[in-house]
């Protein structure tokens, strides 16, 4: 204890004791939850010091590395009643702290160590007895005082009973902190709930999708602002460095700058990045105190520090996206600012995690661009070139099905018989394969050798194209239409059709009505038993539009292709001065981009 005659006293400490500032004892003042607010418990262990001792101040002070403050007070003058806080020049309790022991005086004015603390002329502060306030671990979080505004010889019952009393305070104060405990143990609780559940998740959340940009946004999204306050998923490119990036800030009005960070992330590292060593090595990287010293020697770039600044950035970690068998596919850089707790050992576990099953799902969706490009290109490939026919113009569109790596079996084909007649076809193979890709291809051959220099009907042709397929024991079940059209020497044309169980073309008239080219009903071609065909006729004035589709144009699971085909006329109505390109566009935007492919034939009389 320090007490005694001023002669005893040590020389005044210069500037605030090294005790304030150890961390454990500011990690349990910070877990009572106390601050410079009233606490109605402290309050009356103030009110029961004032009582008892027969002291007009009373104070339960809790001394923080700055500044003290009392939960618990009673008879301090203004403006401190109202602030419940002072800075350390006005505090005795720091040294209760420093020395760890109860510190009495009978008049302050006489002792070295604190006969010029503010705390006198200010507070009114002579004689003050103040014992610890203790956590379980002994750590000294402040003091519980009596205060007198003149001396006073502090009698030895009198400090039994603020001894007394300070240890039932240490209590409540204990207390305080294993509620704190208890509150962070639930919410830790909680967010490793929530960290299982995205992790369960993930898999089927980028699953839903086999877009590679679609799958980084949802990975980005899935970590903010549970694991992290921003985030960036990296794709390497050849050279080592990412290519694509995609960035997510908990903060939307932050998207500007985050997304700017992503682009110079993708184009301004330096060989000391962080990001490029987790892409060349494969192990992540943890970083829990970090400065942006840290991304001043990871960039070319002087605007990437101060964008970070403004971001947030206090705490980061880099993991690899790895597929099976080792190979870096990308990377996932997590973010904290200040504000929220530096990242450890148990977010990089998750984080990790969140990088191996975000593997597999990234790996397949990139998979599946190529497949889906090449199955276009060779889709592309197999469709013919259109002719360049005098009196008539020709336009024509393929439009693989959403979310389909398989090479469709959807086709049509236009081409100048030597006599001047043009034949165009269109037609939909069964089935989404390579081998239905194969009959797609032999079915257009065969069209262009059944018909080409020969004058028959169009139900001939159809008919023996029929024959044929029969004979050669083509495996198919196809849909086509066939159309021959002719001039009629009076500046129009002649049109002949013959349909084969494939959707009825349109005609839209110069003047915009539309016609419904239907037919009798006719079995599909390739079926087993023979069929003779008919054909139909009609004429091509000049504007007139003939478009010929399959049926991925105007069909969808939950409605009739009767209505689709209504409302495609309907579409269709009015728009026969619309540029023949321009209307092909028009109608594939329109339609709904779901499970088929479809092709588009239209030619137009001059």
Wanted: hydrophobic letters at 45%; proline letters at 7%.
């Amino acid at each position: 204890m320090i007490d005694g005659s001023p002669q005893d006293a040590v020389p005044r400490a210069v500037g605030p004791p090294p005790a304030l500032g150890d961390p454990a004892r500011l990690r349990a003042l910070a877990e009572t939850g106390l601050d410079a607010a009233p606490d109605e418990a402290f309050d009356r262990f103030a009110r029961l010091v004032s009582d008892l001792l027969d002291v007009p101040v009373a104070l339960v002070s809790l001394v923080a590395i700055d500044r003290q403050f009392f939960p618990g007070a009673v008879g301090l003058p203004e403006p401190w009643a109202d602030r419940r806080e002072t800075p350390l020049s006005h505090s005795f309790c720091q040294h209760v702290v420093d020395l760890e022991v109860p510190m009495v005086l009978p008049d302050a004015r006489l002792y070295p160590r604190v006969r010029e603390n503010l705390a006198i002329p200010d507070l009114g502060v002579v004689a003050y007895a103040g014992m610890p306030l203790t956590d379980l671990s002994g750590n000294i979080l402040g003091s519980l005082c009596a205060i007198d505004s003149k001396p006073r010889a502090w009698t030895a019952a009198q400090l039994r009973t603020l001894a007394d009393l300070a240890a039932a305070c240490s209590s409540e104060l204990r207390l305080r902190i294993a509620l704190d405990g208890a509150d962070q143990a639930r919410r830790r609780a909680e967010e490793a709930h929530e960290r299982l559940r995205l992790v369960a998740g993930l898999s089927e959340r980028l699953g839903g999708t086999l877009d590679v940009a679609t799958a980084l946004h949802r990975l980005a999204d899935a970590t903010v602002p549970l694991l992290a306050d921003w985030c960036l998923v990296s794709l390497v490119g050849p050279t080592g460095v990412p290519r694509e990036v995609t960035a997510v800030h908990r903060d939307p009005a932050r998207a500007a700058d985050v997304s700017r960070f992503a682009e110079l992330l993708r184009t301004e590292l330096g060989p000391r990045s962080i990001t490029r060593a987790v892409l060349r090595t494969g192990q992540p990287v943890l970083v829990s105190a970090a400065t942006l010293a840290d991304i001043e020697r990871a960039t070319h770039s002087p605007a990437m520090p101060a964008i970070a600044a403004r971001l947030g950035f206090a705490s980061h970690l880099t993991v690899p996206i790895t597929a099976t068998g080792g190979t870096v596919l990308g990377a996932i850089t997590l973010v904290n600012d200040a504000r929220r707790p530096a990242f450890d050992d148990r977010d990089l576990i998750t984080a990790v995690e969140v990088g191996r099953r975000a593997a597999q799902a990234i790996g397949n969706s990139a998979r599946y661009g190529e497949q889906r490009h090449v199955a276009e290109v060779l889709q592309h490939s197999m469709l013919p070139r259109l002719p360049e026919v005098p009196g008539l113009e020709l336009a024509a569109r393929y439009q693989p099905a959403a979310d389909r790596v398989e090479v469709g079996g959807d086709w049509y084909d236009a081409f100048l018989q030597p006599d001047g007649d043009l034949i165009a076809a269109i037609g939909d193979v069964a089935g989404h394969d390579i081998e239905a890709a194969a009959t797609m291809g032999q079915l257009r051959n065969l069209v262009r050798g059944n018909a080409y220099g020969r004058s028959d009907a169009v139900s001939e042709l159809m008919t023996h194209l029929d024959d044929v397929i029969r004979g050669l024991r083509l495996r198919t079940a196809a849909t086509a239409t066939l159309v021959r059209l002719r001039t009629d020497g009076a500046g129009g044309h002649a049109v002949t059709w013959s349909n084969a169980g494939h959707p009825p073309a349109l005609l839209v008239r110069a003047g915009g009505a539309v016609e419904v080219l239907a037919g009798p009903a006719e079995p599909l071609l390739g079926l087993a038993r023979p069929t003779r065909r008919s054909s139909r006729a009609t004429g091509l004035a000049g504007r007139d539009t003939l478009l010929l589709y399959t049926d991925g144009l105007i069909e969808r699971r939950d409605r009739p292709i009767d209505e689709g085909l209504a409302e495609l006329a309907a579409r269709l109505a009015g728009k026969d001065r619309i540029p023949l390109d321009d209307l092909c566009d028009l109608l594939l935007d329109a339609a709904h981009r779901g499970e088929d492919d479809v092709a588009l034939l239209a030619v137009r009389a001059r």
